[in-house]
């Protein structure tokens, strides 16, 4: 191997280590420490010095040879500043009641850095040609995703370490007491899951329903495009609006009880089971039905039989957006269907309810004033768990249930 493919295979694993180094630690909330960082990033600065003159005769744009000569500048800049970085850096300056922890400085750093070094790496490994840019592209879109799935570790990450203490047989079969300081939250486990359960059960035969007709049977004028508008304004209803709705309408009728947080969760969850409901059944090729129609087959034979099996990945899909949004959501049900304490399982669909949404956001205002902060992670990270669970069962059914056409 020549000394310049070497030294850019070296530059491109040096890279990718600092990537998932970085994600690593945004993940396990750690701090890699001043000496490993500032060695990661003075290597690569030397690395990058030390292919500056192959570049300079092997690239075609001098811009990339100047985009090298500033990665390398900017490498050995972070190596003094990210490890200088004092451990919690304030924002109160910027307006904001928050500070930044200094893992997560040098973590971003990291994942950031990484993917650019690695594309660095593969110009001149490919001699600056087409193959060069492609897999720069490549690595430009890796810092893409990992930037996405930063956020995601950081929040899964920081919650299953402060919660996962918590999580104990009393605190999971116990009823609230003293404030949220102690005692558990069985009750509000119990009912989310009802809440939930009920909620699907509202919620996708109307929206799934909704999604068939608009899609398969109603002609394309004046009304199909009054519902559809109807349904993206309901979608964008701020979810405190639809609390207010189902303050006026149903709590009249049905006072706080789970039956009037489930309707009012089933009109927010609805919009997003229509329109992931109607594009999936609009991915299934016309072809298809007319042969159905061919064989003598009715339009409610052909729905049922050969667009809705294909379809149902795409149902499940807008299903778990769906039921995931309504997991979450603490405004709709605070006016409607839950109180803190003193309610319990419920008997009947009339009776109220406890939740782990609202049960966290009542914990949050007696933070400080009693000592609540295990249980509020516990319950947050319970809650995580369902809307996680929620979304991995719902792509198990989806692959269970996926063909190709």
Known sequence: MKPKDALSCWIIFLGSAMALIGFGSAAGS???????????????????????????????QKRS???????????????????????????RDYSIDASLMKFMISSLALVITGPVAASAGFGPLFNFTKHAHQASAYCFLTIAILLILYPLGLIISEISVNGLPGITWEFLTQDV?????????????????????????????????????????????RLVRVIRTAVNILQGTPSIVH??????????LFGISLLSGALIMGFLTLPIVIRTSEEAIRSIPQEIREGSYA??????????????????PGVITGVVLGL?????ETAPIMFTAVYFMGARVPGSLLDPIQALPYHLLELTRYWGAYPVEQNAWATAFLLLAIVLGINAGG???????????
């Open 30 to 60: 750690f701090y890699i420490g001043d000496a490993l960082l500032r060695l990661l990033f003075v290597l690569l600065g030397i690395s990058l010095l030390l292919l500056l003159p192959t570049s300079f005769r092997l690239a075609k």
């Open 65 to 91: 040879f100047c985009w090298m000569v500033a990665f390398a500048a900017i490498s050995f800049a972070l190596a003094y500043l990210v490890p200088s970085a004092p451990p919690k850096v304030g924002l």
């Open 177 to 221: 007491s003293k404030h949220g300081a102690e005692g558990g939250i069985f009750p509000a486990l119990v009912g989310t899951i009802l809440l939930i359960g009920l909620t699907a059960l509202i919620a996708l035969p109307l929206g799934i329903g909704c999604a068939i007709y608009l899609q398969e049977y109603a002609k394309r004028g």
């Open 243 to 252: 609390g207010l709705f189902g303050l006026a309408v149903f709590v009249p």
């Open 295 to 312: 064989l003598g087959a009715t339009q409610w034979q052909t729905i049922r039989k050969v667009v809705l099996p294909p379809a149902l």
């Open 324 to 328: 995931g949004r309504a997991a979450g």
């Open 395 to 405: 792509i198990i059914l989806r692959e269970r249930y996926r063909q190709e056409f």
